[in-house]
């Protein structure tokens, strides 16, 4: 033809010094800190000796994390700007609470740990430094698992306590213990199907059938639904080639199992087998009818809207009762009711954005080296794996969960690989563009003739 067609060039032959050109070592001091901060936490919350030195030792770690990864603070990406926009309005909107000192103080962790987060994922800008991250969360999880069986076996914890077939571990509550064992689980998992070290890759895989223990018996569904969701992903990134008959096949398992879960009957479980159930009279045996009548979560819903609706526009600026935050079991009704409508705005835009750059990144893929699609595919399955507990949990806003720092390393990860996709997109096109300005070669011969 008269024009001259170039393929796209792959991220090693253009545009790679958005990766290159950075330091790809995660400081070691910061794995220590992680470490730290996925052993304290839940600890910060249970009914150890000195919880409440944890509980500020907690927000130390926080604070070192910061200074440590200043310098790695990044130009905020387009998924960035929407988190960081969300947390700031949902902690302003303490300034028209009741207690606006306590307000400010827990709410103002979710930004701080989303930034935290991307400043942490920034010092990851390759697979070696996301698996890194993943070897200290495993390592965590394992001390924790470990040192945690050691004190119950010698007597210095409690035991193990079980509530309607669900346990709690040292206080905990069973959704608590469910939330961290698949945080656990998720790095554990990751390690076992990316890791280029076989020391690892072995060490993820049995750690993880540990970590699922926790997940299992703690009887959290959405703990579990994180777990499988993670794997799956996972999964499809290793082995691209069975993607689309495992996408038609788990859509099938996953409405089967849903109706399946929705209208059986409460077997094994006594009438009180619910999870957020005041009162064992009155259950009809069956799950759906159950989750819509009785005091479960959508129980806890329907109060989250009556009292939404006392102020729609600003919310309550915080729910607490008797001096203490109140948790309404989804993060989006929980930003709902404090922030008003103005939450409720940014959080859907925070999900268009969401939805429109992982659409990019995942239509763009293949401009990425294997890695880079990797890590972009391991930032995809964690943000969406925090969206889809948020639905049922508000754990992503407590500063005791480690799920925003886990978003925020997520965001900047896909973040970089949106940034890294537009500049060899860029860098294509004015290729394409000066070979175009090139004499054509039937211009040449009429010269030539000439």
């Not at 960081?84 to 930004?111: D, H």
């Not at 010698?154 to 669900?166: V, Y």
């Amino acid at each position: 033809g008269n024009s001259t067609h170039l393929p796209y060039p792959s991220g090693l032959e253009v545009g790679a010094s958005f990766y290159t050109n950075k330091n790809s070592r995660v400081p070691f001091t910061l794995l220590v800190l992680i470490a730290a901060f996925f052993i304290i936490a839940p600890l910060s919350i249970s009914t150890v000796p000195f919880v409440f030195a944890m509980k500020y030792a907690r927000y130390g770690i926080l604070a070192l994390v910061g200074l440590v990864t200043i310098q790695s603070f990044p130009r905020l990406g387009k998924l960035s700007k929407s988190w960081v926009l969300l947390g700031a309005v949902y902690a302003l909107s303490s300034l028209w609470s009741q207690s606006t000192v306590n307000a400010i103080g827990y709410k103002s962790m979710f930004v701080s740990m989303i930034l935290g987060g991307i400043c942490v994922g920034n010092t990851a800008t390759n697979l070696s430094g996301v698996m890194a991250l993943a070897k200290s969360v495993t390592s965590a999880g394992l001390i924790l698992y470990v040192s945690t069986a050691l004190a119950i076996q010698e007597g210095i914890a409690e035991p193990i306590l079980w509530f309607n077939d669900r346990m709690s571990v040292l206080g905990l509550n069973s959704n608590f213990v469910g939330i961290f064992s698949s945080s656990y689980f998720v790095s554990a998992v990751a390690l076992s199907f990316f890791s280029q070290e076989r020391k690892w890759k072995l060490i993820g895989f049995t750690t993880s059938i540990l970590f699922s223990t926790g997940v299992i018996y703690s009887g959290s569904r959405l703990a579990l639904l994180m777990a499988c969701t993670a794997t799956f992903v996972f999964f499809l990134t290793k082995h691209e080639r069975y993607r689309k008959a495992l996408l038609y096949v788990s859509a099938l398992l996953i409405l089967v199992v849903s109706v399946a879960l929705l209208l059986s009957p409460q077997a094994g479980a006594s009438p009180s087998g619910v999870v957020y159930e005041a009162s064992s009279e009155g259950g009809s045996g069956f799950r759906a009818l159950d989750e819509l009548t009785r005091d479960t979560r959508s129980s806890h819903w329907k109060r989250a809207i009556s009292l939404w609706m006392e102020n729609p526009i600003f919310g309550v600026g915080w729910s607490e009762y008797r001096g203490r935050w109140t948790l309404h079991h989804s993060a989006y009704l929980q930003v709902l009711v404090e922030s008003g409508v103005l939450g409720a705005v940014v959080w859907a835009w925070v999900l268009w954005c969401c939805f429109t750059q992982c659409r990019y990144v995942y239509l763009n893929r293949r401009l990425l080296d294997d890695w880079e699609i990797t890590t972009a595919e391991l930032g995809m399955a964690v943000i969406g794996v925090c969206l889809i507990h948020a639905f049922g949990e508000s754990a992503l806003l407590a500063a005791t969960m480690p799920l925003a720092v886990a978003l925020g390393v997520a965001t900047q990860l896909l973040d970089e690989s949106a940034s890294n996709i537009a500049q060899i997109r860029s860098a294509y096109h004015g290729l394409e563009h000066e070979a175009s300005d090139e004499p054509r070669w039937d211009d040449t011969v009429a010269d030539q003739v000439d």
